[in-house]
C-alpha cells in the first residue's frame, strides 16, 4: 500500500450484543488504517479480519477494496453469511450510482448463496432481509426500493441502538432517499453526533456526518468530522478526500489542496493495485483544479488538467470529458474570453452545452452579440439532446446566465440585469455545491460594467456568505468598494485576498494589486 501521512495501526473489534446467538471471538482484530468498526457475526475467526477490514472499507466508500475483502471472508468460512451480505452491500452505492440493473443482479446473485442451514443471528438475518430489498427482482418497486431499505434499517437501528453499525447505515440510508432537506440532514446529524461520541474513530460516523453537512448552512458542523477523518482512516484515498467538501464550503482553501493531494496520489496507487477505481483520483483532481485557482495558483490548475493524461487506468472518454469540465470551468473563473473562443466543441452532448455556453459567455462578454446568439443556437440545440432530468444536463440557471449577458451585449441593461437576478437566485434556492462561477457573482460583474459599484459590492458580499473566500468575489468586493469610495472597505478585501493566497500566487489580479500598492507608496 501506499506510504500515508499518518502511520497508524487501528484496531477493529467485535463485541457481543445482548440477546444474541453465540458470535465468533472477541479478541481485537488489527486494520491497517481504516478505523475501528464493531460487527458481532456467526462466522469464524479466520474470517474475522477480512470481514471487517470490508466493513470498514465500506463505510470510506471503497466499493472494490470491500469485494475482496468479503470474497476473502468467504473463502476462509464458506458459511459465512455476513460475508455474502458484504458482497452484496459492495454492489450497492448509495450518494454514487445506486444500483443499476447489472449491479442489482450481481447483488441477489451474492445473497442467494447463502443457505439455509449456515449459523445466521437474528441481528444478521435482518441485516441480509433490509439489503435484499435493494436487490428486489420486484421492478414495481423503482426508487421506492431506496425508501423501503431505510425504513428496513430503522427498524434494525430501533432494535439495536447500541449497534453502531446499523446506527452508521440507517444514517447513510437516510441521505440516499431521493428527497433532501434540511430537516432530513439534521436528523442524520444527529444519528451521526451520538454515534461520533460513542465510537470515536468509527469511520462511517465521520464519513456520513460530513456528507450530511455538505451544505452551506450547515458545513461549519462539519468542520470536526472533516479534520478527524483522514486520521481515522488514512489508508482510504476517498477518507483523505472527503474533508476537502467541507473546506471548499467554508473557504478553507490550502486544507483542500493538501487533502486532496494525498487523497490523488493515494488513489493512484490503490487504482494500480486494482483496489480502486480513476473516478476516486478524478475526482480529487476535480477538487484540486477549483482550489488552487482560489488560492491564485493559476500555473498549478493548469497542470491539473494537464496531468489528466497520467490518471492510472483511465479511459480516453473520461479523461475527455473532465478536461472539458476543467478547462471551461478555469476559463470562466478566470475571465479569458479570447482564449474561451478558441475552443473547439467536443465530446457528447452535455460537453458541447458546456463548450458552447462558454463561447457564447465569451462572445457577449467582448461585445459580439451575434457571435454570442449562434453559440446560443447551439447550446439550445445540445440540450435538447440530452434527455432531461439527466445529472448531465445543465442547469436551466446557467442557460438563463448566457441569455442575460447576450441581452446585455446587446445593450438591453434592464432585461440583462433581471434576467442575472433571476439566474442567481435560482442557483441559491438549489445550492448545487458545484464548481460553477456563481450567478450571482455575474450579475455583481454586470453591474461593475454598469459603473454601479455599490450594488456591486451588495452582491460579491452575498457570495462571499454563502462561499467564504472565493478569489474573485474577494477581488471584486474590493475593487468595487475602491469605485464607491469606500477606501478602508477596499483595503480589508485586498488584505484579506493577499493573505489567502500564498507567495508564489500567479494570477493576474494579484499583480494588479501588487502594482497598485506600489503606485500609492
Known amino acids: 500500500m501506499l506510504p500515508v501521512r499518518f502511520l497508524l495501526i487501528l484496531m477493529i473489534l467485535t463485541l457481543f450484543l445482548p440477546g444474541q446467538a453465540q458470535q465468533a471471538s472477541a479478541s481485537p482484530i488489527a486494520s491497517a488504517g481504516l478505523g475501528k468498526v464493531v460487527f458481532p457475526n456467526s462466522c469464524s475467526s479466520a474470517a474475522q479480519s477480512a470481514l471487517l477490514q470490508g466493513i470498514a472499507q465500506l463505510h470510506s466508500f471503497q466499493y472494490a477494496a470491500a469485494e475482496n475483502a468479503f470474497t476473502e471472508a468467504s473463502h476462509s468460512d464458506q458459511k459465512c453469511a455476513v460475508a455474502y451480505w458484504g458482497l452484496a452491500m459492495s ?179 490503490a487504482t494500480k493495485n486494482h483496489m480502486g477505481e480513476p473516478q476516486y483520483q478524478f475526482h480529487a483532481m476535480d477538487f484540486l483544479d477549483f482550489s488552487y485557482l482560489q488560492l491564485g495558483e493559476e500555473a498549478k490548475a493548469q497542470q491539473v488538467v494537464e496531468d489528466l493524461n497520467k490518471v492510472t487506468g483511465a479511459s480516453l472518454g473520461w479523461i475527455k470529458n473532465l478536461r472539458v469540465i476543467l478547462t471551461t470551468r478555469n476559463l470562466l473563473e478566470l475571465h479569458r474570453w479570447k482564449d474561451a473562443l478558441a475552443v473547439a466543441p467536443q465530446g457528447d452532448a452535455f460537453e458541447f452545452q458546456l463548450v458552447y455556453a462558454l463561447r457564447a459567455t465569451a462572445a457577449a462578454r467582448t461585445g459580439d452579440p451575434h457571435a454570442a446568439e449562434e453559440n446560443y443556437k447551439n447550446l439550445k440545440s445540445a440540450m435538447k439532446k440530452q434527455k432531461r432530468g439527466r445529472d448531465t444536463r445543465l442547469e436551466d440557471y446557467r442557460r438563463q446566465e448566457v441569455e442575460a449577458w447576450i441581452a446585455f451585449a446587446k445593450g438591453d441593461n434592464k432585461k440583462a440585469l433581471k434576467l442575472m437576478r433571476s439566474a442567481a437566485n435560482k442557483q441559491d434556492q438549489e445550492d448545487s455545491g458545484d464548481f460553477t462561477v456563481p450567478a450571482r457573482e455575474m450579475l455583481a460583474d454586470m453591474l461593475m460594467e454598469l459603473h454601479r459599484p455599490a450594488e456591486a459590492l451588495g452582491e460579491y458580499e452575498s457570495v462571499l456568505e454563502i462561499s467564504p473566500n472565493r478569489f474573485n468575489d474577494l477581488f471584486g468586493a474590493a475593487s468595487a468598494a475602491q469605485m464607491a469610495g469606500d477606501s478602508s472597505k477596499a483595503k480589508s478585501y485586498y488584505s484579506k485576498l493577499r493573505e489567502n493566497c500564498p507567495a508564489a500566487a500567479d494570477r493576474e489580479e494579484l499583480q494588479k494589486i501588487k502594482m497598485a500598492a506600489a503606485g500609492s507608496n
Open 91 to 269: 454492489s450497492y452505492r448509495p450518494l454514487w450510482d445506486g444500483a443499476d440493473e447489472k449491479a442489482i443482479k450481481k447483488g441477489r446473485h451474492f445473497l442467494d448463496q447463502i443457505q439455509n442451514d449456515w449459523p445466521v443471528s437474528r441481528r444478521e438475518h435482518e441485516y441480509i432481509d433490509a439489503i435484499a430489498i435493494i436487490f428486489s427482482d420486484n421492478r414495481r418497486l423503482g426508487d421506492e426500493r431506496i425508501a423501503a431499505y431505510s425504513r428496513a434499517m430503522a427498524e434494525i437501528a430501533k432494535h439495536y441502538p447500541d449497534d453502531g453499525e446499523a446506527q452508521a447505515f440507517y444514517a447513510l440510508s437516510l441521505l440516499a432517499l431521493p428527497h433532501d432537506d434540511t430537516k432530513l440532514r439534521e436528523q442524520v446529524i444527529a444519528i451521526l453526533n451520538k454515534l461520533m461520541a460513542a465510537q470515536p474513530e468509527h469511520p462511517g460516523a465521520v464519513h456520513y456526518l460530513i456528507h450530511a453537512t455538505d451544505t452551506a448552512e450547515l458545513a461549519p458542523q462539519g468542520l470536526e468530522a472533516a479534520r478527524r477523518y483522514a486520521k481515522i482512516a488514512p489508508d482510504s484515498s476517498h477518507a483523505l478526500h472527503m474533508p476537502a467538501h467541507i473546506f471548499v464550503r467554508l473557504g478553507l482553501w490550502q486544507e483542500s489542496v493538501d487533502s486532496n493531494l494525498a487523497a490523488a496520489a493515494a488513489a493512484a496507487e
